[in-house]
């Protein structure tokens, strides 16, 4: 079996603070020697040119870095000028996403769908990019169903995409059975685990009602038993995390991508614990 690839994701910071700490917090996470940095992308744009810039400064410390590029609210042209702002800048990875509507937003651009987004970064600069999609284990919490997910994720390795990454998950067993079901379908890309750190049980209820992601009910029950006891949260949570990324890994998984919300801590935490 091939060694797991890691990749860590940043979002764009939006203040000179935010940036500072993002440095510190990089150059920390770069010390885990991770694959590639990814670095998100705002709804329709809006922080186009932050995920730029983070991406060039990633660069220029000698990582590969891999933007995040949604087609929501944008135009053909609007996106051939970031690929090519990409293309000149030496980037070769990007993780093609539909995206998110910002609120109050009008249309949803020329591009619905991340697999047309796919299809047009292939026409456009052909095979220049490694390109990574998103997978649902649990189902895009705007599918009709899980075989209608199944077939827009089929349609995305159709368009061209070489990998993907899932939503993040608490449950080993649906990651396993999103990957059979896949490769039922005869699709053979590598689908990494996305991977979530548990270190704040407000903010983890929020992101997951957000974007569909089941919380099993006895991480819930014990996560609320300890209140705002932030230390036994993170202890908590580091077990959690680490059992689930042992079970992913020794179950097959071509490799973990953690979502660090821009913070050392937790991501090198659980890597330290999976290298002991």
Same mark, same amino acid.
């Given at each position: 079996?091939?060694?797991?690839?890691?990749?860590?994701?940043?979002?764009?910071?939006?203040?000179?603070?935010?940036?500072?700490?993002? #440095?510190?917090?990089?150059?920390?996470?770069?010390?885990?020697?991770?694959?590639?940095?990814?670095? /998100?992308?705002?709804?329709? +744009?809006?922080?186009?040119?932050?995920?730029?810039?983070? &991406?060039?400064?990633?660069?220029?410390?000698?990582?590969?870095?891999?933007?995040?590029?949604?087609?929501?609210?944008?135009? #053909?042209?609007?996106?051939?000028? &970031?690929?090519?702002?990409?293309?000149?800048?030496?980037?070769?990875?990007?993780?093609?996403? #539909?995206?998110?509507?910002?609120?109050?937003?009008?249309?949803?651009?020329?591009?619905?769908?991340?697999?047309?987004?796919?299809?047009?970064?292939?026409?456009? *600069?052909?095979?220049?990019?490694?390109?990574?999609?998103?997978?649902?284990?649990?189902?895009?919490?705007?599918? =009709?169903?899980?075989?209608?997910?199944?077939?827009?994720?089929?349609?995305?390795?159709?368009?061209?995409?070489?990998?993907?990454?899932?939503?993040?998950?608490?449950?080993?067993?649906?990651?396993?059975?999103?990957?059979?079901?896949?490769?039922?379908?005869?699709?053979? &890309?590598?689908?990494?685990?996305?991977?979530?750190?548990? *270190?704040? /049980?407000?903010?983890?209820? #929020?992101?997951?009602?957000?974007?569909?992601?089941?919380?099993?009910?006895? &991480?819930?029950?014990?996560?609320?038993?300890?209140?705002?006891?932030?230390?036994?949260?993170?202890?908590?949570?580091?077990?959690?995390? *680490?059992?689930?990324?042992?079970?992913?890994?020794?179950? +097959?998984?071509?490799?973990?991508?953690?979502?660090?919300?821009?913070?050392?801590?937790?991501?090198?935490?659980?890597?330290?614990?999976? =290298?002991?």
């Amino acid at each position: 079996m091939e060694t797991p690839d890691f990749s860590i994701e940043f979002f764009p910071p939006k203040t000179p603070e935010g940036a500072e700490k993002l #440095r510190i917090a990089r150059a920390k996470l770069a010390e885990l020697n991770p694959k590639y940095f990814s670095v /998100t992308f705002g709804a329709g +744009g809006s922080t186009q040119q932050g995920t730029l810039a983070t &991406v060039r400064e990633i660069q220029a410390a000698g990582h590969e870095a891999a933007p995040h590029l949604s087609c929501i609210g944008a135009t #053909r042209e609007s996106i051939r000028d &970031v690929l090519k702002q990409y293309q000149d800048s030496g980037i070769r990875r990007v993780v093609a996403l #539909r995206g998110d509507l910002p609120s109050g937003y009008g249309g949803a651009g020329e591009l619905r769908y991340a697999s047309e987004l796919v299809e047009f970064i292939r026409q456009e *600069t052909g095979d220049w990019f490694h390109i990574e999609v998103a997978a649902y284990p649990e189902m895009h919490p705007q599918a =009709r169903s899980p075989q209608d997910d199944l077939q827009a994720f089929a349609r995305k390795v159709g368009a061209g995409a070489n990998a993907a990454i899932t939503q993040y998950f608490y449950n080993a067993d649906a990651y396993f059975q999103f990957v059979d079901n896949v490769r039922k379908l005869g699709i053979d &890309v590598p689908v990494v685990a996305g991977i979530m750190p548990i *270190t704040n /049980t407000m903010q983890l209820l #929020r992101f997951s009602d957000m974007c569909g992601a089941e919380i099993p009910r006895w &991480v819930r029950l014990k996560l609320a038993s300890f209140g705002d006891d932030s230390a036994s949260i993170k202890a908590f949570g580091l077990d959690v995390v *680490t059992g689930l990324c042992e079970r992913l890994l020794a179950g +097959g998984a071509p490799g973990l991508h953690f979502y660090s919300m821009n913070q050392a801590a937790p991501t090198t935490a659980i890597w330290q614990r999976l =290298r002991a």
